[in-house]
């Protein structure tokens, strides 16, 4: 139970404090310069907790399974970051922002699963999707 209970606290604690230091991050600091100092910490963070957690110590040997996975990623995550970081400048609220993202979010997703991997769309998503909709149009009254 554990183990499919922590990935969820990690990514929601993380995500609330993401939201917080994003619409913190000072309006004259360039977005991208600001990413730059990001994925420096990023990198040299991720480069210790892979000692951390691996026995195997041969960081690059481990880099041999990487694909074009990790550089897409990268490239998408910087989309992701600037993003957020030009819509709370631009004057999104922190409290309608991340509910309209994630709410269009889920929806694409429902759309990209069901293209792209051939997963079934349930009465109980396509009724959420409706919710959702429901939702977007009463927090943007």
Same mark, same amino acid.
């Given at each position: 139970?554990?183990?499919?209970?922590? @990935?969820? %606290?990690?990514?929601?604690?993380?995500?609330? %404090?993401?939201?917080?230091?994003?619409?913190?991050? @000072?309006?004259? &600091?360039?977005?991208?310069?600001? +990413?730059?100092?990001?994925?420096?910490?990023?990198?040299?963070?991720?480069?210790?907790?892979?000692?951390?957690?691996?026995?195997?110590?041969?960081?690059?040997?481990?880099? =041999?399974?990487?694909?074009?996975?990790?550089?897409?990623?990268?490239?998408?995550?910087? !989309?992701?970051?600037? !993003?957020?970081?030009?819509?709370? =400048?631009?004057?999104?609220?922190?409290?309608?922002?991340?509910?309209?993202?994630?709410?269009?979010?889920?929806?694409?997703?429902?759309? &990209?699963?069901?293209?792209?991997?051939?997963? @079934?769309?349930?009465?109980?998503?396509?009724?959420?999707?409706?919710?959702?909709?429901?939702? +977007?149009?009463?927090?943007?009254?």
């Amino acid at each position: 139970m554990w183990a499919t209970v922590y @990935p969820i %606290l990690i990514i929601v604690g993380s995500n609330v %404090l993401y939201n917080v230091v994003t619409k913190n991050t @000072p309006e004259k &600091v360039n977005a991208f310069a600001s +990413l730059a100092v990001t994925y420096a910490v990023g990198a040299a963070a991720s480069f210790v907790i892979f000692f951390a957690t691996t026995k195997e110590k041969h960081f690059f040997a481990a880099l =041999r399974d990487a694909n074009w996975t990790a550089f897409a990623l990268g490239v998408v995550i910087v !989309g992701l970051e600037a !993003g957020y970081i030009l819509a709370y =400048r631009n004057g999104w609220k922190m409290n309608v922002l991340s509910v309209t993202a994630n709410i269009i979010l889920a929806i694409a997703l429902i759309v &990209v699963s069901l293209v792209f991997y051939k997963e @079934p769309i349930t009465l109980k998503q396509l009724a959420g999707v409706a919710l959702c909709i429901g939702g +977007l149009a009463l927090i943007s009254l």
